[in-house]
T-cell receptor
Framework: DAGVIQSPRHEVTEMGQEVTLRCKPISGHDYLFWYRQTMMRGLELLIYFNNNVPIDDSGMPEDRFSAKMPNASFSTLKIQPSEPRDSAVYFC???????????FGPGTRLLVL | AQRVTQPEKLLSVFKGAPVELKCNYSYSGSPELFWYVQYSRQRLQLLLRHISRESIKGFTADLNKGETSFHLKKPFAQEEDSAMYYCAHVQDGSARQLTFGSGTQLTVLP
């Protein structure tokens, strides 16, 4: 099993552009989490899904951020328009019915110029 | 709000010395606490959880309800222990999502 897969691994874009981050959870896992990691704020939960349904998006910073999970094997996190303060590492994680054991992807390092 | 606090952003110890990474929680019920670790260029992974009372890679963590702490300890640090360590707990309710502390960067010096 390759574990949680994220793409791209690195993304550099200009302010105002749309950014889409992708995640493939571990097969059979029914929870999917999106986190953002910055030096200032550490690791923050943005949103999570259970059985493809968004459960809690209270961590999404603002309307520029949106996340979808069209099926059990794919999720996207979109930022439109992107801003320099969105620069961070974005992690996706998935878990099975014992959701406290989360398996993390390698992260996407986003730089918005 | 429930939270976990890691008071040290950076911690350096010499190889062979004991190490303790501090974690305090604010929660009135029975907390479920974990330690996650992120080695350089690797993904974040579970190190241990308090309910299993296990020792992983020589690390242990005991839940102290009186002090509301869940400190991570190792008697003899190794250079390969250098990493970012996050304390985390499970939120209330059926959601069970994790809330992470701010993390402690441990550096073990040769």
């Amino acid at each position: 099993d390759a574990g949680v897969i994220q793409s791209p691994r690195h993304e550099v874009t200009e302010m105002g552009q749309e950014v889409t981050l992708r995640c493939k959870p571990i097969s059979g896992h029914d929870y999917l989490f999106w986190y953002r990691q910055t030096m200032m704020r550490g690791l923050e939960l943005l949103i999570y899904f259970n059985n493809n349904v968004p459960i809690d998006d209270s961590g999404m910073p603002e309307d520029r951020f949106s996340a979808k999970m069209p099926n059990a094997s794919f999720s996207t996190l979109k930022i439109q328009p992107s801003e320099p303060r969105d620069s961070a590492v974005y992690f996706c994680a998935s878990s099975a019915p014992a959701p406290e054991t989360q398996y993390f992807g390698p992260g996407t390092r986003l730089l918005v110029l | 709000a429930q939270r976990v606090t890691q008071p040290e952003k950076l911690l350096s110890v010499f190889k062979g010395a004991p190490v303790e990474l501090k974690c305090n929680y604010s929660y009135s019920g029975s907390p479920e606490l974990f330690w996650y670790v992120q080695y350089s260029r690797q993904r974040l992974q579970l190190l241990l959880r308090h309910i299993s009372r296990e020792s992983i890679k020589g690390f242990t963590a005991d839940l102290n309800k009186g002090e509301t702490s869940f400190h991570l300890k190792k008697p003899f640090a190794q250079e390969e222990d250098s990493a970012m360590y996050y304390c985390a707990h499970v939120q209330d309710g059926s959601a069970r999502q994790l809330t992470f502390g701010s993390g402690t960067q441990l550096t073990v010096l040769p």
